[in-house]
């Protein structure tokens, strides 16, 4: 069926006959277009036997002596999670042992099963809490099972189908913020309500803790376990915490004791990061003042809070980020805190030691200069497992006791992927319409000619707070770089490189700040000799949709190649379409005439002409994605397309929003990208 009007709300129904027509003819041709390509076969495979190869780091968490893995291959294309020792891995044996394989399961029960999460309880960690999801969906069922016996609970804790948060009190118990029901949800589709369901208890007499309004956003509840205690029985104390959030960012966190709430007085934009010894570890989104003293946003904070009555006592002041630095994540280990410091675009661990009743600075070897991230911190030690890497190292993986000293253990290095040493990664800055320095990394060949002839392909994000980090090119490398391109990554405002302020930049009405600093980045590259607009292409998925879909629109003399990935284009409706509403904080509300006033004047899909020239563009998406509707893609091809435009559309039947699926799809898909890529810039 082919559109004769400006009216695509047809396409936003996930089982109309005449939508789904719609969107098979578009992936015929887009495969038509693209899979024939004679380069598709050998990259798909090459993309294939890199995801297969042995040698890639099987990441894992340890849990009371075992370390477990997800793993896919051949044999497995949907997974088997499994488990070996720590000598055993060590010396590489390999002698993993299934503990559950999802392409039995999925056979033995019909279902097109794939696993989303692992939930072990701490102190008896061979228990879990599975997470289920068909197709690759954010909804999940999910499911108790024993590793031990190598079988689910009989009788034990078992939820439907939904977008729930569910997570354990203690091995009887579990918190359940359901989300199978339309009356459990909020208007953005995600639970309004917490429960506290007992083992072997009907839900109908579970015990309701709290109820939020249909315009809230979201509810979640968990217990902290405070690690500095001695491990005797009952010497643990335990946090439990309600997490209330009034919209993305703002939020009000109760302590339950018993089953009563407390309202903790954290101010509404404040994360907690972790707890140990009594004290919740938080970082400010906002300013903050508390009894007479004055926090910062983005500052790091120790509050001491009693675990029963929620009365705060000693702040302690952690860090204080520069303008140029901002937290990433904390860890809270037995005695101390380890915390990751974005400086400048780049990582570095600061320790601090519990001693004498406060946090003291303790040093550590970490390296700076590439990025560092945890991979798994075991309860109840000081041990800290992470990984190190950059555009042109492999990332390492890495095993440190954070008091022992000495030099961390290497326990794997990832192969390359390429000869980087012939390859030079270096940061460069852009100067916005406003005259904010715009940080960007460029990846290229040492001796690149500024000709302006270099393919080069521009990546983004510019959301949510989200910082982007150099990661190492294990597939762009030999695919991208060693045929003569050009890779760069633009640290927008509206991310999280520089904290809450960098992030408040481009935020709600203000979101055209991250479109005009990816295009003076675009600019830059240009200026500097390193390509120009035939030779430049834009890649961004889900926010970073937005941002190429935006970009697309204003510049489009800019590019020549645009990869937009399950992305928000139609940001007139999006609060209509399932997850949408939970973003308002983010991007504005289009019922509030102001607010949309700022989001018509980018919103891509109505800013689509007919007396424009485009370059092709390449949109993707899944028909399982329940968080950012496939409509927004099918829409805007359908609107280039009736405008005279060519646009190709190619959506996925699994992986949902993440891409949750097979190594083989996966390597289907870039190897889909790739390919119009070279046409678009190399050919």
Known sequence: MTP???????????????????????????????????RFADLQASILANLRDTRQIPFFAEHDGWLYNFHQDDAHPRGVYRRTTLDSYRANAQDWQTVIDIDQLAADEEVDWYLDG??????????????????????????????SAGAFVAGGFAFPYGKNHIAWRDLDSVFVCPAWDDSQLTRAGYPREVWLLQRGQSWADAQPLLQLDEEAMMVAAWRFLDAANPLAAGAITAFDIIEASDSFYSKTYYLLNGYSLIALPLPPRAEIEAYSHGDLIVKLAEDWHFAGKHYAAGSLLAVACAADSGQVGRIQPLLLPGARQSVEMVEATLDLLAIIVIDNVKSRLDTLRWA??????????????????????????NLLYYSYSDFLTPAGLYRLDLLAGGQPEVLRQQPAAFDASGYVATQYHASAPDGTAIPYFVVHRAGLTQDGNAPTLLYGYGGFEVPMMPYYMDNFGPQWLEKGGVFAVANIRGGGEFGPAWHQAAQGVNRQVSFDDFIAVAEDLIARGITRPRRLGIEGGSNGGLLVGACLTQRPELFHAVVCEVPLLDMLRYTQLLA?????????????????AALAAYSPYHHVRGDTTYPLALFTTSSKDDRVHPAHARKMVARLQALGHDALLFETEGGGHGGNTGQAQTAEELARVLVYLYRQLMD
Not at 5 to 17: G, H, I, K, V
């Open 118 to 147: 692992v939930s072990h309880y701490t102190l008896q960690p061979t228990r879990v809490l599975l997470s289920l999801t068909p197709g690759g969906s954010d909804a999940s069922v999910s499911r108790e099972y024993d590793l």
């Open 356 to 381: 004498d009743g406060h946090w003291q600075p303790h040093a550590n070897p970490l390296p700076q200069g590439g990025v560092i991230e945890f991979a798994d911190q075991p309860w109840h030690s």
């Open 580 to 596: 949408g509403a939970s973003w308002v904080d983010e991007y504005g509300d289009p019922s509030d005439p102001a607010e949309r």
């Open 4 to 38: 004769h009007t400006d009216d695509f709300a047809w396409l936003e129904s996930l089982d109309d006959a005449a939508a789904l027509d719609w969107v098979a003819a578009q992936n015929a041709a887009t495969r038509a277009q693209l899979d024939t390509d004679p």
